[in-house]
Every structure is written in C-alpha cells, then in structure tokens.
C-alpha cells in the first residue's frame, strides 16, 4: 500500500498550483493513473479526503483516468495493451519475450480552481 505518499504528493501539487494562481479553492483533481501502478483508486480518495481537511483541496473531488500499458513482443513485434493482470506470453506467438512500457504513469494532469477573477 503506497497510496498514503502518493497521495499527499498530489495533494501537495494540487495546492501549491493553486496558490500561484490565486485560486480560493481547488474543485476537482484530474488523475492520471497507469493500469500498471498498482494504484487503487478508492485508497487515494480516502487518504485525499483525510490529509485535504482545512486546505484549498478539502471537498475536491478528484477524477480518475486509467491509461493502459503497452506490451510489444520481441519475436514477432505484436502489440496490445498491458495491464493488470499482466499477460506473460505473447497472444500472437506464444513467446515469453515480452516488453511492457507505460502503464505506471501516476500524476496530476489538470485541476480545477475556483477563482477570485471569475467571481464578478
Ligand atoms: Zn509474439
């Protein structure tokens, strides 16, 4: 279980972008979370309700995006997405040669202020 750290390093992003845009307070959170980091979605909003109390975040929601891996054989270069459970042989060929890349992305792609420019 590795969510309470990761989770606090968003939450801490989230923050800091906030404050250099003069924000009042942080709406929602897009995640981006690679099928392969072993990243489970309810952990991290549990530890963001708890760790986002009394800051700009608290009452945010966040949004989850799962971006899938890619597995390319080295024996017959075919391609398909990676992702948990991991597939160990090559659907195409049978080989156990395998290169998976991506997938383990985990990071803060947008978020969504309320600021004190759009409240005129
Ligand atoms: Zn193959």
Known sequence: MHELPVTKGILAAAVEAAEQNGARR???IDLVIGNLASI?????QFYFDMLSKNTL???A???FKRESGTARCWDCGHQFDAGI???RECPACNSARLHVSGGREFYVESIEVDDENSSS
Not at 40 to 44: A, G
């Open 57 to 59: 975040a608290e009452g």
């Open 61 to 63: 929601k966040l949004n």
């Open 26 to 28: 942080i709406i929602a």
């Open 85 to 87: 459970p991991l597939i």
């Open 40 to 44: 489970v979605d309810d952990s991290v």
